[in-house]
């Protein structure tokens, strides 16, 4: 598995020191405001893990399901709901925990849907930002580092619903999915 890894470019170790930078200032930002964090399946889980231990406020978890990307390495622009917050949001400040945010497609749509549901307030944590990748406006509020335009995988990034193990962030050999 990590033959297939081209470079690193963020480790464990790297990791972590974002989630105590990024948990900190959120911390800072929702004291005594109770929000929900709401982890992105299936990326964001390692990161979720990790960001929520650095939060020393009260906070609720739950997840939602959306996909764009269906296997490939270049997200398809149509998003798919598959599986909805079971919390009720409304009047609530929720912050959307996010793998990466590339073309922004998935982010809009889940503002939207947030909007629908009449949060209180809603922003955005992503542990990786691609900024070249954009097709619609988008911004997080909290990034833990932004990424060139290549495909990477780990800690929770996949190819094909694998690598997604690797502790580390790296990108991809273009050979193994050019095959
Ligand atoms: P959009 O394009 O909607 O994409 O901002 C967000 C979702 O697309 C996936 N994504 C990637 N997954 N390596 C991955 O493993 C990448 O380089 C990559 N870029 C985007 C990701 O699931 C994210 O939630
Ligand atoms: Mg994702």
Same mark, same amino acid.
């Given at each position: ?7 690193? %470019? ?22 005594? /405001? ?11 889980? %390692? ?66 849907? %947030? ?8 922003k955005v944590c992503t542990l990786l930002d691609k900024p070249e990748g954009r097709k619609v ?19 929770? %990034? ?14 991809? /050999? ?6």
């Open positions: 598995m990590n033959n297939d890894i081209e470079r690193v %470019l963020f480790s464990q170790e790297d990791i972590q020191e974002a989630c105590r930078r990024l948990g900190a200032q959120i911390s800072r930002d929702y004291e005594g /405001k109770k929000p929900v964090v709401v982890g992105v399946l299936k990326g964001a889980i %390692l990161f979720m893990v990790d960001l929520i231990k650095e939060m020393d406020i009260m906070t609720e978890v739950d997840f939602l399901d959306v996909s764009s990307y269906h296997g490939g390495v270049a997200s398809t622009g149509s998003i798919t709901l598959n599986r909805e917050i079971e919390t009720d949001i409304s009047g609530r400040h929720v912050i959307i925990v996010e793998d990466i945010i590339d073309t922004g497609l998935t982010l809009q749509y889940m503002l939207n849907y %947030l909007n629908a549901h009449h949060v209180a307030s809603a406006t988008a911004k997080a509020d909290y990034v833990g580092f932004n990424v060139p335009n290549e495909f990477v995988v780990g800690y929770g %990034l996949d190819y094909q619903e694998f690598y997604r193990n690797l502790p580390y962030v790296g990108v991809l /050999k273009p050979d193994v999915y050019s095959e």
